[in-house]
């Protein structure tokens, strides 16, 4: 089978996210072992400018994967790698199991790392100081997990309690770096019904996760930090869906809230930006040179809902099997944010400590429009599949407000920029596209 998939978001001067990916796949299924071989390549990138900065992440992941599962009377093992010359990771899996599987449990181990993200730091009035960053993110991880499951008749339910943890990867030749210490688990609960006429799911989820970011610059075996960010947050969720031949309806809900401790310590700042100035350049400058560090903290909790309805046709002209598809899947997000910056300015032995606060929340609701496209031999032997996607928020009501050390509130826009428009915008067919397309084959 080959499949490639695209999405492309926010087209737009000050924010922009594209993401694209394909792979070729090759499995070969007996009665006790299962072998699958990937090739793929994916990429993003995004843009975002912001208070006179622009940011350029940048991800690209060539990469090739093998997999294989054996399936016994009372186990099951099951491993994959994946990676290139740069990059690899593994994942390996087993579970004992009853023979009519009434019962059974297991345990998975993996790690490695996933790729590194490039990153241009630029500034749009360039200085002659720092006009440029180009920053590297890399991260490896370790996971493992257990997992309960019990599939009685046409009933399975299975329970997956997995933890993570990254450790830093290594700078070797990096300037700028970003690297995270994080830890967090995922919990996972599943049913499903499988009967003739059709199938219901149900999916509940819950996750924390707790990571502290760092920006580094290395030069000469010389590490300073000049940026750190620590970041808590929790989501939970749940699913319901239910499919059959012809329809498939899907209602869920989820819920996140993420938090930015302050810190008040040295070196902890959110942003100190003469710490990432080179040695040389730091030996010219005055000594009445101004340092300005910027620390940064708050909450954001954020709220998302969705409905999902597609209807699936089938017709037979010949003995071909064609199989399109029209669906929407309508959806309402809510956002509130209370945050605070602080700018600490020092001159000589003096420093001065100015605060803002931001205030705001967001609303939108809109639909994810679907068409489809399917078509199979007369044999079932060859298929081909292909969906496009519509991302149309209909209506979008934001409010950000910034209130400053004199206590003077204005509003403000995503992109820093005094807002004089309405609160509420109305927004049909505008913000996002993506395909997803499959040609394979059976023998």
């Not at 009434?102 to 996933?114: D, N």
């Not at 954020?302 to 209807?311: A, D, E, N, P, V």
């Not at 032997?381 to 409010?399: G, T, V, W």
């Not at 509130?409 to 596209?433: A, Q, R, V, W």
């Amino acid at each position: 089978m080959a499949r490639c998939s695209g999405l492309f978001l926010l087209n737009k001067s000050n924010a922009s996210a594209n993401v694209f990916g394909c792979q070729i796949l090759d499995s070969v299924r007996t009665s006790v072992l299962d072998v699958d071989a990937k090739l793929r390549d994916y990429s993003a990138k995004a843009s975002w400018m912001y208070n006179g900065w622009k940011i350029k992440p940048e991800w690209n992941v060539p990469e090739a994967e093998i997999g294989t599962r054996g399936k016994f009377r009372h186990l099951v093992l099951e491993a994959s790698v994946a990676g290139n010359g740069e990059h690899l990771r593994g994942l390996a899996e087993s579970a004992i199991q009853t023979a009519d599987s009434l019962a059974y449990i297991g345990t998975r181990f993996g790690g490695g790392s996933v790729g590194t993200i490039n990153a241009k730091w630029t500034m749009l009035h360039p200085n002659g100081m720092l006009d440029t960053m180009d920053l590297e993110y890399e991260t490896r991880y370790r996971t493992k997990g257990v997992f309960i499951g019990s599939k009685i008749f046409n009933h399975t339910a299975e329970v997956n309690w997995d933890f993570f943890h990254t450790r830093r990867a290594p700078f070797e030749d990096v300037h700028y770096a970003i690297r995270d210490s994080s830890e967090g688990f995922l919990g996972r609960f599943h049913y499903g019904y499988h009967a003739s006429e059709g199938t219901f799911q149900f999916l509940a989820l819950w996750a924390h996760l707790n990571s502290e970011f760092f920006l580094l610059r290395s030069e000469e075996d010389n590490v300073k930090r000049f940026g750190y960010l620590e970041l808590k947050g929790n989501l939970e969720g749940a699913n319901l869906s239910y499919e059959n031949r012809k329809w498939d309806l899907q209602a869920g809900a989820f819920f996140l809230q993420l938090e930015v401790p302050r810190h008040a310590e040295k070196f902890f700042e959110t942003l100190a930006p003469n710490r990432a100035l080179d040695y040389s350049l730091l030996q010219v400058l005055a000594s009445s040179f101004y340092k300005i560090n910027y620390r940064m903290y708050g909450d954001l909790s954020g709220f998302l809902s969705h409905l999902k309805i597609k209807r699936t046709f089938e017709f037979t002209p010949g003995e071909f099997h064609l199989h399109p598809a029209i669906g929407a899947d309508f959806f309402y997000v809510q956002g509130e944010l209370d945050g605070a910056q602080e700018n600490v300015t020092t001159s000589f032995i003096f420093s001065k400590v100015s605060k803002k606060t931001f205030e705001g929340n967001l609303k939108t609701f809109g639909v994810i429009a679907n068409i489809a496209f399917a078509i199979e031999s007369p044999k079932r032997r060859f298929f081909l599949d292909a969906n496009a996607y519509q991302i149309a928020p209909i209506a979008l009501f934001k409010e950000l407000n910034k209130t400053d050390a004199d206590g003077n509130e204005s509003s403000i826009s995503l992109g820093g920029e005094s807002s004089s428009k309405s609160k509420t915008e109305y927004l049909p067919f505008k913000t996002g596209f993506a395909f997803d397309a499959s040609f394979g084959i059976h023998f």
